[in-house]
């Protein structure tokens, strides 16, 4: 089956500080990633969604200078939490679909950011 | 406004029972309905549905689509432990690609 991979799996940070977040897709193709963000007992939450080679489409209430997402290639996607505060601690997972079939999302494992 | 509603929101059973977990939803352009199931980490993808009445299974898992009353349902019976979890359902439209996810169910199975 499809694999997505994060990196890293969880990450401590000081407040001030940048957090670079990797997701890709280790055998196939994701025209489309998904970022979002989990707060402990909720649901998932949608952050943005990013096509390769364009620019990421952010969700109402997200802040695009602050969780810059870059989708360089077909198997990469890149979250970056800038100026990291403690407000920003949270569980971070994405997900990649592929080019045909019914467009399911396969997600990674997910990172754990704390800031301090 | 697209919403995606899950009840109960919490469900405590012992093992053996059977449960059912709710999702209903309202979603523009509506394509398929997707079940995931999370433990500690990032959600596992259970069932995909996109037509009305026809039952997917994966063991003691099951789950059914009505697109008339725009519903589905995931059935787990003899419930065990291993099935403490959330249960997410996500509404996925046509006309762009990003899922609506439901609040969750939260199961938890006592032994």
């Known amino acids: 089956g499809a694999v997505v991979s994060q990196h890293p799996s969880w990450v401590i940070c000081k407040s001030g500080t940048s957090v670079k977040i990797e997701c890709r897709s280790l055998?196939?193709?994701?025209?489309?990633m998904f970022w979002y963000r989990q707060f402990p007992k909720q649901s998932l939450m949608l952050m943005a969604t990013s096509n390769e080679g364009s620019k990421a489409t952010y969700e109402q209430g997200v802040e695009k200078d602050k969780f810059l997402i870059n989708h360089a290639s077909l198997t990469l996607s890149t979250l970056t939490v800038t100026s990291a505060h403690p407000e920003d601690s949270s569980f971070y997972i994405c997900?990649?679909?592929?080019?045909?079939?019914?467009?399911?999302?396969?997600f990674g494992p997910g990172t754990r950011l704390t800031v301090t | 406004e697209d919403k995606v509603v899950q009840s109960p929101l919490s469900l405590v059973v012992h093992e053996g029972d059977t449960v059912t977990l709710n999702c209903s939803y309202e979603?523009?352009?509506?394509?398929?309905l997707l079940w995931y199931k999370q433990e500690k980490k990032a959600p596992t993808f259970l069932f995909m549905l996109?037509?009305?009445?026809i039952e997917k299974k994966s063991g003691r898992l099951s789950s059914i689509l009505d697109k008339k009353e725009l519903f589905s349902i995931l059935n787990i019976t003899a419930t065990q432990t291993g099935d403490s979890a959330i249960y997410l359902c996500a509404a996925n439209p046509y006309n762009n690609n990003d899922m609506r996810f439901g609040a969750g169910t939260r199961l938890t199975v006592k032994p």
């Open positions: 996109t037509s009305s009445g």
């Open positions: 997900s990649a679909q592929g080019s045909i079939g019914l467009y399911e999302q396969y």
């Open positions: 979603v523009t352009n509506f394509r398929s």
């Open positions: 055998d196939f193709q994701a025209t489309t």
